[in-house]
């Protein structure tokens, strides 16, 4: 079975600093998905960015980005010029390709956005 | 948009009762999904089901059971609430291929007293 890891429980960063969400994950396929979902305080789970495992190039959604390092199983989310609405919940979620679509979550990451 | 709507925010239930939570998704999607949500362990997936009348145990279904009966709707159901079913259900729906992710509800907080 798939697990992923969220070593930061919580975190804070000052208004337009830069952040780093670590996640890591463990599986012995060669073929899966990564996410990262975001649920603000009101509760409402929105897809922040995705990546495909078999694509070495990292994805990029305007302030948000990921370092994906599949050696080492590894999954950070960057948040460049954090913002205040950038405050919630973080989640990393793992999908396999024979996994009936089924998402894995991580334990999350609060982010606090400090202005 | 995609909407997925959970008919209830806040539910407070007593010890014993049985507990529905429904939920309704507009834009066709083949899979469903519901997870509970507790501080500190994510999301963990109770049951989901990739058709109609179709369902599949997650990592955590005793206590519960669901009920696909049309392809919009996915019930959530407690036979007897018990004070450790507190907690945050979220019910989320794909297409079949998932790469575009889910797209979840807003949450159910229920509370068994």
């Known amino acids: 079975a798939q697990t992923v890891t969220q070593s930061q429980p919580e975190m804070s960063v000052q208004e337009a600093e830069t952040v780093t969400l670590s996640c890591t994950y463990d599986?012995?396929?060669?073929?899966?998905?990564l996410f990262w979902y975001k649920q603000p305080p009101s509760r409402q789970m929105i897809l922040v960015i995705r990546?495909?495992?078999?694509?070495?190039q990292n994805a990029t959604e305007n302030r948000f980005s990921v370092n994906f390092q599949k050696a080492a199983k590894s999954f950070s989310l960057k948040i460049s010029d954090s913002q205040l609405g950038d405050t919630a919940m973080y989640f990393c979620?793992?999908?396999?390709?024979?996994?009936?679509?089924?998402?894995?979550f991580g334990g999350g990451t609060r982010l606090m956005v400090k202005p | 948009d995609v909407k997925v709507t959970q008919s209830s925010r806040y539910l407070v239930k007593r010890t014993g009762e049985k507990v529905f939570l429904e939920c309704v998704q507009d834009?066709?999607?083949?899979?469903m999904f519901w997870y509970r949500q507790d501080p500190g362990l994510g999301l963990r997936l109770i049951y989901f089901?990739?058709?109609?009348?179709?369902?599949e145990k997650g990592d955590i279904p005793e206590g519960y059971s669901v009920s696909r009966e049309k392809k919009e709707r996915f019930s959530l159901i407690l036979e007897s609430a018990s004070t450790n079913q507190t907690s945050m259900y979220l019910c989320?729906?794909?297409?079949?291929?998932?790469?575009?992710?889910?797209?979840f509800g807003s949450g159910t907080r229920l509370t068994v007293v």
């Open positions: 989320a729906s794909s297409l079949s291929q998932g790469l575009a992710g889910y797209t």
């Open positions: 599986t012995s396929e060669n073929n899966y998905y």
């Open positions: 990546q495909e495992a078999y694509k070495q």
């Open positions: 979620a793992f999908m396999g390709n024979n996994a009936g679509n089924m998402l894995t």
């Open positions: 834009m066709d999607h083949e899979n």
């Open positions: 089901s990739y058709d109609v009348k179709m369902k």
